[in-house]
């Protein structure tokens, strides 16, 4: 996640928070501008394929910093099961799914809000990541989630120690 100073100047998290994030806490990070000119709006990085495990914390998060959340479109293939609709925080949270690939998460704030996050896959190592995360939130960012995850490395599974 991100944060601004008065100034409005973005400030990030440090790297160290994702490694020290107990389990069942959601890996996000959002853009700090209100404009919201670049491609994705933030990214997220589960640590499993379980929807019912990962999207209940990504959807709390979400509704702390962006407001109540309506609808998530992901694509069904890239999860173990996807149901049509969740329960969260006493709220229905309904789930589309698109054959689009597992590079994005479509979430839906109100009637018509779209936000654009990145997804990060599970085994993606800690340093890539957070590479792939970092880049993916730049306000200035005009490159496509699968590129990006290409670029730092995040679309291929760590080697094994």
Same mark, same amino acid.
């Given at each position: 996640?991100?944060?601004?100073?008065?100034?409005?100047?973005?400030?990030?998290?440090?790297?160290? @928070? %994702?490694?020290?994030?107990? +389990?069942?806490t959601?890996?996000?990070? &959002?853009? *700090?501008?209100?404009? #919201?000119?670049g491609?994705?709006?933030?990214?997220?990085?589960?640590?499993?394929?379980?929807?019912?495990?990962?999207l209940p914390s990504?959807i709390?998060?979400?509704?702390?910093?962006?407001g109540?959340?309506?609808r998530?479109?992901?694509?069904?293939?890239?999860?173990d099961?996807l149901?049509?609709?969740?329960?969260?925080?006493?709220?229905? @949270? %309904?789930?589309?799914?698109? +054959?689009?690939?597992?590079d994005?998460? &479509?979430? *839906?704030r109100?009637? #018509?809000?779209?936000f654009?996050l990145?997804?990060?896959?599970?085994?993606?190592?800690?340093?890539?990541?957070?590479?792939?995360?970092?880049?993916?939130?730049?306000?200035?960012?005009?490159?496509?989630?699968k590129?990006i995850l290409i670029?730092?490395?995040?679309?291929?599974?760590p080697?094994?120690?």
């Open positions: 996640m991100t944060d601004s100073d008065t100034s409005g100047t973005p400030r990030f998290l440090p790297d160290a @928070v %994702h490694e020290s994030v107990r +389990p069942g959601a890996l996000l990070r &959002l853009e *700090t501008t209100h404009a #919201r000119e491609i994705l709006d933030g990214a997220w990085w589960p640590r499993s394929r379980d929807i019912g495990a990962e990504l709390s998060a979400l509704t702390e910093h962006l109540p959340v309506t998530v479109g992901l694509d069904g293939s890239a999860w099961e149901p049509t609709r969740v329960m969260v925080d006493g709220r229905v @949270v %309904h789930i589309d799914s698109f +054959p689009v690939g597992d994005t998460v &479509l979430v *839906t109100g009637d #018509r809000d779209h654009s990145m997804l990060v896959p599970p085994d993606t190592s800690p340093d890539a990541a957070r590479a792939a995360m970092a880049r993916a939130v730049r306000a200035d960012n005009v490159t496509e989630a590129q670029d730092t490395g995040s679309d291929t599974p080697t094994p120690a």
